[in-house]
């Protein structure tokens, strides 16, 4: 785990569902858990000594390993009520709308297009950072789409839609981009978001 910002903990994981590696966040001040994986070589053990009080998911295929959190520390995982029927069944797991404060300085802005609950978080904390699911990933530095295969019948039409949503997203007070998929941009998150944002979808 790494504090790339003052109370902003990020923490890579391979994710054997998707193949490669994904990224999870612990903010601190509000021991808030986002997407978690378990941190390689260290499991539950940095999170015991102040334990998280919720998990909050980006959508609702970011689970990933919050059951190992909440067996542990008995915390509720959040998702958008949009995505509550993946867990119809089990895990439980809680709704949130958007415009809900959904931690201490955390709110839940809508993204939408890829998915009904494709969920940003804007987290007061830090000089501010915007959490994103899978509306953009950062693999080797630049921020891009994921590959047209998996954006659905309408590729073209997704991209259009995600710029149109991500330049919204891009106007909130934010310094650092947290990606699910991909290194968080730290510093100059809303410039960069604005800058893809611009682009003419391919």
Avoid: Q
């Avoid at 999170?47 to 008995?74: K, M, W």
């Avoid at 009520?81 to 931690?103: M, T």
């Amino acid at each position: 785990m790494e504090e790339i910002r003052p109370g902003l903990h990020h923490w890579k994981a391979f994710h054997s569902g998707i193949g490669h590696e994904v990224s999870s966040y612990l903010i601190e001040p509000s021991r808030t858990l986002l997407d978690p994986m378990l941190p390689p070589d260290a499991g539950l053990d940095p999170f015991r000594g102040d334990p998280p009080e919720r998990i909050v998911l980006t959508n609702r295929h970011h689970y990933r390993h919050s059951a190992a959190f909440v067996d542990e520390f008995d915390c509720p995982v959040l998702c958008h009520e949009a995505g509550l029927h993946e867990f119809e069944g089990g895990p439980e797991v809680e709704g949130f709308a958007f415009g809900d404060r959904v931690a201490d300085g955390v709110v839940a802005h809508e993204v939408g297009v890829i998915c009904p609950e494709e969920t940003a978080l804007h987290i007061d904390v830090a000089g501010g950072a915007l959490a994103i699911a899978d509306a953009v990933v950062r693999y080797g530095g630049d921020l891009r789409f994921v590959s047209g295969d998996l954006l659905g019948d309408d590729p073209a039409a997704i991209r259009r839609g995600l710029l149109a949503s991500l330049a919204k997203l891009a106007d909130l007070d934010f310094e650092t981009l947290l990606l699910a998929h991909g290194d968080p941009l730290v510093g100059d998150g809303a410039d960069a978001l604005r800058r893809f944002a611009s682009t003419e979808p391919a």
